[in-house]
């Protein structure tokens, strides 16, 4: 029996929609580095021209209310893939007197092997995985991504102001790392973001048959800035401008490599930061909100996020809702339908009927904690934010509570305390909770909920101090996104 050749492409193309449909999505998360929440054209920056990030919230969803989960760096991506607050896995304070805030070369710190990240996951649900860019999770190389879950690393281990800081005169070389092989030295920084972007377009190309999962963590805008010569003639804001725009042409790419490959519509495209901007002389913005990195004012953790999802989140819609980087996890594991267990606990949610727009969706935090390394200096529960004045370190002034109405205060200028002592007293007790939970500096306590990290002996970075560092010409994509 012949079937009619019409009957039969329609067959095939049916077949080939099924396919489609039931096709785990792609996911593609943008991380960069000391983004500010006043730095975007659709958060309302007038200085810096980010026109493929501003499409990206045009084509997506927008938060208002988006936090990090830290201030500063290596704590914030340690939330992130974990879905948990930074103490609930002990990666909040470093160091055997827990006096450094982040990762610096040579540690001997490192997250759990215990620890189910993010990518391994994925990786279960048959996803490929990649990371590009920042690591600053452990420079051990059994700290490295490709033992927490991705197939392939590419980029640096930590931050690109290591080599350079006064304090650290002796510094051994930046390295830049292939899986767990270090490639150059001291590479030239400038052009990371365009070999950063040719990688991450080669394993979308390679992988483009299965679901895959991109972590894209840039170099950009944390300090110092290298840009290339293009972004910076073009920059309206200096060399910061600069470097957003260089961000704005990268995401530029990756989306426009999505559409071309017919990738899109099964793609979920995340861009957001891990802290807000340092606001310094160079131009960064954290808007009307007070603050900066490394503090536990709204500057310091609110920042931007839009996530695009074509055929499941509303083009152009905002949500005010409060929801944080810890949600990424359980929400991608909602939406592969194998929903996470209790155990190991973590303090991330489920936000898919959030992204959705599903009716009545609302924000699944009684409260959000703002930790400053290990001391717990702030809480959110609805519109209301409590913090206690920092002394110095480890001391709070307790006699002097903050409050503030965030939906008519965003940027934190009128002290209320006085006004509404039951809402202090309420807010403190769940502050207290909470740090009986993972830990508060401020009470020197450690918390009774929390995990190990791991601690390698006798650590070494992973190049020695040189005077003379071999350098990395990559090619260039400047013209791909326009």
Known sequence: MRIPILSLLALLLSLAQWAVAERKPNIVLIYVDDLGYGDLGCYGSEKNDTPHVDQLAADGMRFTDYYSASPVCTPSRAALLTGGYPGR?????????????????????????????????????????????????????????????FDSYYGVPYSNDMAIMPRRPNSPP?????????????????????????????????????????????????????????????????????????????????????????????????????????????????????GTKGQTWEGGMRVP????????????SVSGELVTAMDFYPTFASILGQPLGDDPIRDGHDISAIWKGERGAKSPYDAFFYYLVDELQAVRAGDWK????????????????????????????????????????DLTRRMEAMGDRIGDGLRDTLGTERRPHSITEDPKPLTEFDEDYPYMEPSYLLDQAG
């Open 89 to 149: 896995v002990s990666f909040d304070a470093f160091k055997k007197d827990r006096t450094s805030w982040v990762l610096f070369p040579g540690f001997a710190e490192g997250l759990h092997p215990s620890e189910l990240l993010l990518p391994e996951y994925l990786k279960w649900h048959g996803y490929a995985t990649s990371h590009v860019g920042k690591w600053h999770l452990g420079d051990q190389v059994e700290h490295l991504p490709t033992r927490h879950g």
């Open 386 to 425: 409590l913090r206690y004045p920092i002394i110095e370190r480890r001391h709070a002034d307790i006699s002097n509570p903050e409050l503030f109405n965030l939906a008519e205060d965003i940027s934190e200028q009128n002290n209320v305390a006085s006004q509404h002592p039951q809402v202090v007293r």
């Open 305 to 316: 996020c839009i996530v695009k999802w074509p055929g499941q989140i509303e083009a152009g």
């Open 174 to 290: 930046m390295p830049l790392l292939r899986d767990e092989e270090v490639i150059a030295e001291q590479p030239k920084q400038a052009p990371l973001i365009q070999s950063y972007t040719e990688e991450a377009v080669t394993f979308i190309r390679k992988n483009q048959d299965r679901p895959f999962f991109l972590y894209f963590a840039h170099m950009h805008v944390h300090l110092p800035h290298y840009v290339m010569d293009p972004f910076l003639k073009a920059s309206r804001n200096g060399i910061y401008g600069a470097a957003v725009a260089a961000v704005d042409w990268s995401a530029g790419v990756i989306v426009a490599e999505l559409k071309r490959l017919g990738l899109e519509e099964n793609t979920i495209v995340i861009f957001t930061s891990d802290n807000g901007s340092r606001v310094d002389k160079h131009g960064g913005s954290n808007g009307v909100l007070r």
